[in-house]
């Protein structure tokens, strides 16, 4: 087992006891309805089941004062009066006789997962808890938490496990203002946080919420706080704010236990968050979270008050703490532009403190959101007939959704290999599937015509297997794949691959080439293929199809172009195939290879064919294969910043590709330049996205230009509609 669940039924015991519709949403009901859906999917089977045990008081005490965690005891004597007088001595809290039992089994079973996790008995896993915790503060409940379980574990892995450096990624919609307070001055642990502020007229009200709280003393920087100013905020928000703030940052902090305080209030149709981002975004998350640490990610549940998301939510986050593919995203992958604003604050305010973001070469500046607490709205309660409208309106739109991400199943078989020169030489998963197949001799000759450098039985040899396995993952038989080619004839199969893709049916096809590989001369620039080319010395967006980067020196140049450049792309343009081609001289250290191959699976739902020439070491197809089957990518060692010509590169291509190719996007509104000189806007129009299908390249609404007058040597525009 890979993954451990860990809960207990007694957590559904505490419940409202008196008239509050404040807290009526914080009810057993939320853990029910998630673990019934784990099990009705299957995938509570899958998991290492751990009954949650209490946390002792000298465990609480890492966290909490004496005087608290006693307060706390003897909420089990008092009546039901006695409870309610003293849950208004504090904020959005309610208590019951079953609350201190309930609050010990949540942090203790935070405790168990750390310490599943860190002795090896599994990979990762998620907590299914409840009360909250991130809220709760050294000597206060707070907004429905007790005990903060997620600061009680992070302490106990340092203190029981010798842990140096612990990222802590908060996506509750809510400020986990309790973990913050901790862990401000601590610069062994890093903090992030995305919320719901307003300008800070959201609860919790705080100006410490902003993006220039930035921690104290020796712990400046390494609380990172991102404040979402508008609601609405979808799957192209909160993948940007991983790609641009948190994931440049936890590369370099370089963390050796990921935790997440996993509130999923911040998924469409809750009352409290008021956003839209889908379940499926959640399975995206947890995978970029997966390539830190070793895969070492601990989920402990947070708030999440609508059934349905919550659950599905919930499931999502587990399947890919499995490994299982995550589904693809739904909507158009263009940020918002008050998301922009939030993301531009926050890499300014930390741009003093991390050199992953100096040397992206963006100078913002930090302008301080207006904190205004008597000028703050009145929050509609929770039970009010404004929010029971809107969640009922948003429960038919999500199981539209959910029906929609349903006829889309799991691939049987997770990953196969056709490596039959280099299979001797690996040691791979058990269920990766050693694959003995070919296309059909006719069709694969019909191919192998095409091209001069097919005609030699190997090089055909190696395309029929290359075919069959393309065919698998194209009908949804096979996730992902990797196989060998010879190197004189890797051109010419990556070109059919390309073409055979495409005449399948596959309506956007993402190549990355590494090394001596040309883009085939005739590939036509219609939308439906986007080549990256990673070699040589010049940075040119030959066409928004056509990219071309050298490979960056450093560790620090190879992180900023794939997280600044490649997945930004990638989630833009949403493939339903990546073909990542590892030519010769391609340059790439095993470590690099693994984190491309594991990064460029997330964005397109696991679905990636990887080729290698023949002569690649054995040790490179080994570790490839163990990422595309789900595995955490090896470290790429000490961290040293991109070198000034491999900034000056990036910097070069993202101008040029920005206002089309909307994911690149760091800051809000401005006015650029595109490919053909044309001037582009940034703004929150859905009309404005990039269209990637065969009738055009670019709504006529993005372009200034007339349709008829437009020179650019991509598809012709379309009239508008």
Known sequence: MRTALVHHEDMKAARLLWDDPECEIECPERLTTALGRLQQRGLEQRCLRLTAREASETELGLVHSPEYVALLRGTQALSTEELQALSGRFDAVYFHPSTFHCARLAAGAGLQLVDAVLTGAVHNGLALVRPPGHHSQRAAANGFCMFNNVAIAAKHAQREHGLHRI???????????????????????????WHRYEHGRFWPYLPESDADAVGQGRGRGFTVNLPWNQVGMGNADYVAAFLHVLLPLAFEFDPELVLVSAGFDSAIGDPEGQMQATPECFAHLTQLLQVLAGGRVCAVLEGGYHLESLSESVCMTVRSLLGDPAPPLSGPMVPRHSALESIQSVRAAHAPHWLSLQQQGSTPVLSPSTYSPEGRPSPLLPGGPELKAAAAQATVALRALLDQLHLRPTPPVRMAVALTPLDTALVLPPDVLHQEGSSPKEETQAWARLHEALATEEAVTALGKILYLLDGILDGQVSSGLTATPAPATVAILDVALRHSLSRGAQRLLCVAVGQLDRPSDLADDGRTLWLSVRGKEAAALSIFHVSMPLPGTTGGFLNFVLALVLPLAYGFQPDLVLLALGTAHGLRESQAALLAALLRVPAGGRVLALLVEESAPQLAGVLAQVLHGEAPPSLGPFCVASPGDKQALMHLRRQLESQWKMLQVAG????????GMPGTLGDNPALELRVDSGCVLRAGRCPEPAQQCQADCAPLPAPA
């Open 669 to 676: 509104e401005t006015r650029g330049y595109g490919l053909h």
């Open 167 to 193: 990222l802590i990624v908060d996506w509750d919609i809510h400020h986990g203002q309790g973990i913050q307070y901790i862990f401000e001055d601590d610069p062994s642990v890093l903090y992030f946080s």
